[in-house]
């Protein structure tokens, strides 16, 4: 019986105990608490943005540090993240018609040659857990989907992953075309995967190498930050 009773009903927390739960159940990767929690919000009245920012970026950041400090691993983390995408799924058509504020827009995918994506889909859920756009090219990109993902979603940032020794050389290919195109500085480009180091990623051009996740986030919301100031300056 113990157990019943110590169960807790979401629906009777105040909006403070339920937030502080939901950061709780993110951690946990409780995906159907946090469909839950997230609708018992928008019924009280929070607005969407709201509830994005305060219960499931708050929660994602917490995870995101734990991530950084070795406590939490990627399989943890991947069930954090859906659950988050499943809050996101209510919150995303509610968000779109407010016009609710974005930190920016991402496009990422991993090189030409190279079919790894566990990392890249990390990335992408935990930018978007930060507040960004994320638009996922997938796998196996050439220079020519790159161009086309950038073309279409007018991004801030540009993230290339790769997982082998063989296809890291092709996101110079990338960025040099970028450079040929006239087109390298309209955005802020982020590598990672097993292989890279911060050298390849200085060697190449990239503006960051980001060793995980939480690392990309950071990277990404100190250049939002400074392209911001530059902009208001």
């Known amino acids: 019986m113990s157990e019943e009773e110590d169960e807790i009903i979401l629906s009777e927390l105040s909006d403070d105990e339920l937030v502080a739960q939901m950061h709780d159940d993110l951690y946990d990767g409780l995906k159907e608490e946090i469909l839950e929690g997230t609708n018992i919000l928008l019924e009280r009245g929070w607005t969407p943005y709201d509830v994005l920012t305060k219960a499931l970026v708050e929660g994602m950041r917490i995870v995101g540090i734990d991530f950084r400090d070795g406590i939490l ?3 943890e983390v991947l069930l954090a993240a859906n659950a988050m995408k499943a809050g996101m799924g209510i919150l995303r058509p509610l968000l779109a ?3 609710a504020p974005k930190l920016g827009t ?7 040659g190279d079919i790894h994506d566990i990392g890249k889909n990390l990335v992408g859920m935990m930018m978007e857990g930060a507040g960004f756009d994320v638009h996922d090219l997938g796998i196996n990109n050439d220079v020519d989907s790159y161009l086309a993902g950038i073309e279409e979603h007018k991004p801030d940032i540009l993230g ?3 997982l082998l020794t063989t296809t890291m050389p092709y996101m110079k290919v990338v960025i040099d075309t970028l450079v040929e195109k006239g087109m390298r500085d309209d955005y802020t480009i982020l590598v990672g995967g097993a292989p890279l180091n911060e050298e390849f990623g ?3 051009g990239a503006d960051a ?3 995980d996740a939480a690392v990309a986030v950071e990277k990404a919301k100190d ?3 400074r392209k ?3 902009m208001n300056s």
């Open 97 to 99: 018609e407010t016009g």
């Open 160 to 162: 290339m992953s790769a």
């Open 223 to 225: 250049f939002m930050a």
């Open 202 to 204: 200085d060697a190449i």
């Open 73 to 75: 691993f990627v399989p």
């Open 209 to 211: 190498y980001c060793r």
């Open 228 to 230: 911001h100031n530059s």
């Open 106 to 112: 991402m496009v990422i995918g991993t090189v030409k």
